[in-house]
């Protein structure tokens, strides 16, 4: 059973830093990538970053220059790197992993980010 356990949010002030990690356990599947969403409070979900079995890394406008995604050499763990955080960043941060065979698209239950002064 495919598990995703995301850590490492919390509450810092603006300028601030967080480095976020996903866990992923059970995978035996062929993945396409990792990704990281984050959703605020009324608004929709947001694309921040994903990364390729590949190594390819793109990310949304808003985080980019600012976050780095990047994994552990098993690419089991994904790290989200997250530097000169301002309040419009306070959401809950999803991992995601998304397989192409089997396929699959497989969500974790979120780390909470505050930052606020």
């Known amino acids: 059973q495919v598990q995703l356990m995301e850590s490492g949010g919390g509450s810092v002030k603006p300028g601030g830093s967080l480095r976020l990690s996903c866990a992923v356990s059970?995978?035996?599947?062929?993945?396409?990538?990792v990704a990281w969403f984050r959703q605020a409070p009324g608004k929709q979900r947001e694309f921040v970053s994903r990364i390729g079995d590949d190594g390819l890394r793109t990310y949304g406008d808003s985080v980019r220059r600012r976050f780095t995604i990047s994994t552990d050499s098993s690419k089991n763990t994904i790290f989200l790197q997250m530097d000169g955080l301002r309040p419009d960043d306070t959401a809950m941060y999803y991992c995601?992993?998304?397989?192409?065979?089997?396929?699959?698209?497989?969500w974790g239950q979120g780390t909470q980010v505050t930052v606020s002064s």
């Open positions: 059970g995978s035996t599947c062929y993945r396409d990538h």
């Open positions: 995601r992993l998304f397989c192409r065979n089997p396929p699959g698209d497989f």
